[in-house]
């Protein structure tokens, strides 16, 4: 047996070796990832150099992108960095008259409360009544004809409505009975021939064979449907012409009962009606001389209401006025208020900056030391 070595692994000098490996790596895709770009707006390029990195004492490479603009672009861009600083400047003249008007406490209370509407004086002619239901004393001497009744009793016309629909089902039923099974089956046969084809859910040719068998079977139901509607009116109407038959001998006795009736009852409306006209005549006289004393009362009223409306329709313009004045007050004093402030947002130094950047800056300004 050969002798066993009891030299322990250098793994601090392993971890040392992958990590120097693990830098060149690092490094040589840093130096992959920044080529020089050319464009026809101008050019990228990347400087290096070779520095002390302080806190581990070792030597590395530092990069630094440089954009360089067409000089054409370049002049645009000196222009608009010199727009930026005139707005930044205009804006900071404004701040002072921005805090003069902004850092006041906002008083509204200088401008008084708003003027309320007036209020209605009430009811115009509140006081009108009529002298009463004209004619209430006069009543008939009843009911003529009170005891002639619509029917002799429960022989009305007696039909079910929901025997078409209970044909319907039945005959509907029947016939589902025997489709059912049916497409069943040829829906499983019609699906083993496509699988044995090589077919399957999704394939249009599938798909196809699918949609023709479901028109087919939907047109098989309709089929049956409209069939039970058929027999269904067929029930109806037969049902129904039982009931009208019955329902017609019904209706002769009951017109002779009433014929009869009717004829008893003319000659007692006859003596109602004259002595309902005596009444009546009489009413007349009152209701002319109520009507009079209410026109006089309502032409009266009618000027008060008049006068009303008019001073009602002044009080409230002139309260309309006196609100429209305040309200025109009120915003020029918050338009006052902010003026100066709009004005330097108007001038939106930092957004022209921000644009600018946006226009001409370059893309990842940056980068990692290696």
């Not at 009208?244 to 007692?268: I, K, M, P, V």
């Not at 006289?285 to 009303?308: I, M, V, Y």
Request: net charge negative; glycine share 14%.
């Amino acid at each position: 047996m050969g002798k066993k070595s009891s030299k322990a692994p250098d793994v601090v000098g392993a971890a040392r070796e992958e990590g120097k490996i693990s830098r060149e790596t690092a490094r040589d895709a840093t130096y992959a990832d920044r080529p020089d770009q050319n464009g026809p707006l101008g050019s990228t390029t990347w400087g290096q150099e070779r520095v002390l990195d302080p806190a581990t004492g070792e030597y590395v490479t530092k990069w630094t992108q440089n954009e360089n603009l067409d000089p054409s672009l370049q002049e645009a861009a000196e222009f608009g960095k010199a727009d930026v600083r005139k707005k930044a400047l205009l804006s900071g003249k404004l701040q002072d008259r921005v805090n003069s008007e902004m850092g006041a406490r906002v008083d509204f209370d200088q401008f008084g409360e708003g003027r309320a509407g007036p209020e209605a004086s009430g009811p115009i002619n509140g006081n009108m009544r009529g002298s009463g239901p004209i004619g209430a004393g006069i009543n008939s001497s009843g009911r003529v004809g009170s005891g002639i009744g619509a029917t002799t009793g429960a022989g009305g016309f007696e039909w079910d409505s929901n025997n078409r629909q209970r044909a319907e089902d039945a005959a509907y039923g029947r016939s589902t009975q025997r489709l059912d099974p049916k497409f069943e089956k040829d829906r499983q046969s019609l699906e083993l021939r496509l699988r044995n084809r090589g077919l399957s859910s999704g394939d249009q040719q599938y798909q196809s064979e699918m949609d023709s068998f479901n028109t087919g079977r939907n047109d098989a139901y309709e089929m049956a449907r409209m069939g039970a509607v058929g027999e269904g009116r067929q029930e109806d109407n037969q049902s129904f012409g039982q009931a009208t038959g019955a329902y017609g001998l019904d209706r002769d006795t009951e017109q002779q009962r009433y014929d009869q009736l009717l004829s008893s009852g003319q000659n007692d409306r006859a003596a109602d009606q004259q002595y309902f006209g005596q009444r009546l005549s009489g009413a007349e006289n009152d209701r002319a001389a109520n009507q009079q004393s209410f026109g006089q009362k309502l032409s009266a009223g009618e000027n008060n209401r008049a006068a009303n409306q008019q001073s009602y329709d002044q009080k409230t313009q002139s309260a309309a006025n006196a609100n429209a004045l305040r309200d025109q007050k009120i915003q020029e004093y918050i338009d006052k208020r902010g003026f100066s402030l709009s004005e330097q947002q108007a001038l939106d130094a930092t957004g022209s900056a921000g644009r600018l950047s946006a226009a001409y800056g370059g893309g990842d300004s940056g980068g990692s030391d290696s």
